[in-house]
């Protein structure tokens, strides 16, 4: 309990301070917003602060901080630490900076954003790599609450029957004026997800049958067959740091009325989303004896569901199935916006046209549902680990605009160089990946690997600091 709390308030205190900390060091001003400059009463609509970030809340959320930290609490305790400092350090400044810049570029997607500042072949990459993302969060997103609504009307509607509605709802949606329905109704539900939430970690802290662990009695990894470094690093993404995030703020940064609204917009959801996180992960190794238990639970809408009705009773179940069906959706719906708004950048379409909107709606849209036939499980397998490394790239864009504006790069390219040992060593030795470069999946190689990118990347951490990080970024990585 007492490990749960302190985690709650450092987060807290880490806004409050180093949120303050990275608003400094980036600046805001009173200049006019895209919201005002661009207003065209379709993307760009200047909208209230509350709702503003009501809305971010639920873009970056959805399910991601509560799969992905019960995925993490596996490994037990430990992952209160990454939950913590992840968002804060990492996390935090990756969305704050993203959504600021992007502002500052008239609301332009993250794909133009790193093209700005890492060059042109990566803004190439970045736009195939983030709508290919994108569609397939999409895709996941329909399936998912579609076949839980079949099993609730089994005779009525099949899962082929909510797919169709559901594409139906994805197409308005991502048509229409963004304050017409995700305007109105993502306030709604990211209030239900808080007080899912609340609901959750007030039953634990209250309710003398449950016993939460401390980490200083579990300072170890519980999983029963992955190491921690980087396992748990990629697995939970969306409570400490996701990339999934830099494809949603641009679609706020259209919307914020002041420059100074960001830190409670971007900085603030993304808090917000790791406390949330702190308490699903607090759920999975409170709610289950061991972590093997929670492993075969298969940390999936049913063990949400579990948990709701064991914290909650039918309340919790009625509040799971709101969460694990409309989050779902409400992610799905804003990554196919944020699609739309990346090619619509990346071939300069405008979008206040309806038939232009009509027509990258209806191929997008398309698209997913020739992917939800297919065969997808092996490319989804790596989707955390392609999260994690569009996260990584937008720090290095966001280290490499601080160091061009002589600001402290150094928040950006920490967790920059961190992120990277992460996502290359994962590469390396996740047993999928061990398959293609042919190497032994051995503790011993494992570790060695990791120490040695670390290392590396610690060089070039040295290297940057001496010789100018665009310099050191164009002798090192992005070489023209």
Not at 313 to 342: E, F, H, K, N, Q
Request: proline fraction near 4%.
């Amino acid at each position: 309990m007492i490990t749960f709390l302190l985690s709650v308030v450092i987060l807290i205190l880490g806004f409050i301070f180093y949120g303050s900390f990275v608003e400094r060091v980036f600046g805001p001003d009173n200049r006019k917003t895209a919201a005002f400059k661009s207003e065209d009463n379709v993307d760009y609509i200047p909208m209230p602060l509350w709702r503003v970030y009501l809305i971010q809340l639920l873009n970056i959320a959805g399910t991601g901080p509560i799969f992905g930290a019960l995925s993490g609490a596996v490994f037990g305790p430990i992952v209160y630490l990454w939950i913590v400092f992840g968002c804060i350090l990492a996390g935090g400044v990756h969305d704050y900076l993203c959504g600021m810049l992007s502002e500052r570029e008239n609301g332009a997607s993250v794909s133009e954003l790193v093209g700005k500042y890492l060059g042109k072949k990566m803004a190439v990459v970045m736009r195939v790599f983030s709508v290919i993302l994108l569609i397939m969060c999409g895709v996941v997103f329909t399936e998912g609450p579609a076949a839980l609504l079949a099993l609730i009307t089994p005779n009525v509607l099949d899962t082929k029957h909510w797919l169709v509605i559901v594409m139906i709802y994805y197409f308005i949606a991502v048509f229409v004026p963004i304050d017409k329905i995700i305007g109105k109704i993502y306030p709604i539900f990211a209030i239900s997800l808080i007080f899912m939430a609340i609901g959750v970690s007030g039953a634990m802290l209250f309710n003398p049958d449950f016993h939460m662990p401390e980490l200083w009695n579990n300072f170890s990894n519980q999983h029963p067959s992955l190491p921690w470094w980087p396992f748990m690093l990629i697995t939970v993404a969306c409570g400490a740091i996701s990339g999934f995030h830099a494809t949603q703020s641009p679609l706020m940064a259209r919307c914020i009325q002041k420059e100074k609204h960001g830190r409670k917009v971007f900085y603030g959801a993304m808090i917000t989303e790791g406390i949330i996180a702190l308490v699903w992960a607090a759920a999975g190794v409170t709610c289950y004896e061991t972590r093997e238990a929670l492993q075969a639970s298969g940390m999936s809408s049913s063990t949400v569901y579990d948990i709701c009705m064991r914290t909650m009773g039918s309340v919790g179940g009625i509040i799971a199935l709101l969460g694990v069906v409309v989050c779902p959706i409400s992610s799905g719906d804003t990554a196919y916006r944020s699609a739309r708004l990346t090619i619509a950048d990346w071939f300069k379409i405008d979008q206040s046209k309806w038939k232009n909107r009509i027509l990258i709606t209806i191929l997008l849209l398309g698209t997913g549902i020739v992917i939800s036939n297919l065969d997808y499980s092996i490319v989804w397998r790596y989707f955390s680990f392609s999260n994690q490394t569009l996260a990584t790239i937008v720090l290095w864009a966001e280290a490499v605009y601080l160091s061009n504006a002589k600001k402290n790069y150094l928040i950006a390219l920490i967790p920059a160089v961190f992120m990277t040992a992460v996502t290359t060593t994962y590469f390396l030795i996740a047993e999928e990946c061990l398959k293609w470069i042919g190497l032994s999946y051995e503790a011993g190689v494992r570790s060695g690997i990791g120490i040695a990118i670390c290392t590396l990347a610690s060089f070039m951490l040295y290297r940057t600091n001496k010789r100018g990080l665009v310099k050191s970024l164009k002798s090192y990585i992005f070489r023209k």
